[in-house]
Each structure stands twice: as C-alpha cells, then as structure tokens.
C-alpha cells in the first residue's frame, strides 16, 4: 500500500518561512510528478508546484518567486520550502504524487498539513 507523509506546517508571522516536506513509502516501481496543493476554507485545492520526475518545475503564479519545489528521487520525497509567506498562504497544504503500482499509474494523496500565516 503507498502512503504519503507530510510533515513541516505550522504558524508562522507574515514574511517568514517553513518548509514542507512528503516522504512516499509502500511498494511501487517509479513516483513520477510530484506536487504540493493547497485548500483554504470555502476555497477550491488549488496547485501550488509542481515537479516532474526529471526536475522540471511549475508554480502559481501567486506564489512564484517565494516558494521552491524539490524531490530527491532516492528518498522519494518532495519538499516545499516557503519563504516571505504571506496571510493569504494559509492553507492546508496537500501533498500529491503519480505513482505507478505493477502496471497502474495513479494519483496519491497525503493527509495534509496546516499552514497558518499571522498578519
């Protein structure tokens, strides 16, 4: 069974950083793209980056410049550091990843982490 693990939200004052981290564990046979998204309430979850499994990376446009997505492929994990955060990051932050198990390609999802930005 694959699980994903976040780890890394908490509170922080606006313009200060954290830094997410999501270990996938279980058996499978390759991680392809790995994300982070983030669900405010009365909110839609929304992609905050993403990264492919050959280093290519996207953001939002709301956050980039501040955050920086990274994985290490031996760990399989993907990491989010968020710098110069703002009231508006406050999110649950998800954690998703394209595993492929034997010959099924699918999407996973962690648990979720809070963020919360103080003004």
Do not use: H
């Not at 270990?23 to 009365?42: L, T, V």
Request: overall charge positive.
């Amino acid at each position: 069974q694959v699980q994903l693990v976040e780890s890394g939200g908490g509170l922080v004052q606006s313009g200060g950083s954290l830094r997410l981290s999501c270990a996938a564990s279980g058996n499978f046979f390759s991680i392809y793209n790995m994300g982070w998204y983030r669900q405010a309430p009365g909110k839609q979850r929304e992609l905050v980056a993403i990264i492919t499994s050959d280093g290519n990376t996207n953001y939002a446009d709301a956050v980039k410049g501040r955050f920086t997505i990274s994985r290490d492929n031996a760990k399989n994990t993907v990491s989010l550091q968020m710098n110069s955060l703002k009231p508006e990051d406050t999110a649950v932050y998800y954690c998703r990843a394209d595993i492929l198990v034997f010959i099924t390609r699918s999407q996973y999802w962690g648990q979720g982490t809070q963020v919360t930005v103080s003004s």
